[in-house]
């Protein structure tokens, strides 16, 4: 097990990333942030909150539920449906930047943009991760990433957030090879 991020790591991450969304899309007016619980939801709050303070304003921000939209609802455990929480101002004809902790295979960002055609339809869809670790199984990727974290298949990418772990840290789990 190694530490690939710190807690300051990630804050500078996120920093950047919030700059590179702002300078992306010519300020926050047309922004909607949404993240995908459960660590995504809290680093787009995050997102949203260091995009504030840069522009002065409120960043509309949310969270996408996407337990009903996965492909893989047979093969896994249940789990509890995480909330939908879409801005008053909504999504329709505005660029949504999604947010997540890791981008793997594609398929969760897959089953993100399933569950946002069932809201509205954004003028944008961008993706914004913490960490990418490719592998990935569909022509997916991020227009905005922390961190890319090249990794064999039989490791794991942890992310820990103080929000629901107590520390911030992401951490690479398992042998290279």
């Known amino acids: 097990m190694s530490v690939a991020l710190s807690a300051q790591d990630i804050s500078r991450a996120l920093t950047r990333i ?39 304003k409120e960043i509309a921000h949310g969270t996408l539920d996407i337990t009903l ?8 455990a249940p789990r509890a449906i995480m909330p939908t929480s ?15 902790d890791v981008l793997y295979s594609g398929r969760t960002i897959r089953a993100a943009l399933d569950a946002l055609g069932e809201v509205g ?7 914004a991760v913490l960490v990418d670790r490719g592998h990935r199984q569909l022509p997916i990727r991020a227009d905005f990433v922390g961190k890319n974290l090249p990794t064999s298949e039989k490791q794991s990418v942890r992310v820990s957030l ?16």
């Open 18 to 56: 919030s700059h590179e969304i702002l300078e992306k899309n010519h300020g926050s007016s047309e922004i909607t942030v949404l993240g995908i619980p459960t660590r995504g939801a809290h680093l787009a709050a995050r997102i949203a909150a260091i995009m504030s303070s840069i522009e002065g």
């Open 86 to 100: 879409i801005p008053p101002i909504g999504i329709q004809g505005r660029d949504v930047i999604l947010i997540d």
């Open 121 to 127: 339809r954004p003028r944008t869809v961008q993706l």
């Open 162 to 177: 103080t929000e629901t772990d107590g520390v911030d840290e992401v951490v690479i789990e398992g042998e290279a090879n």
């Open 69 to 76: 939209y996965r492909d893989d609802l047979r093969l896994r």
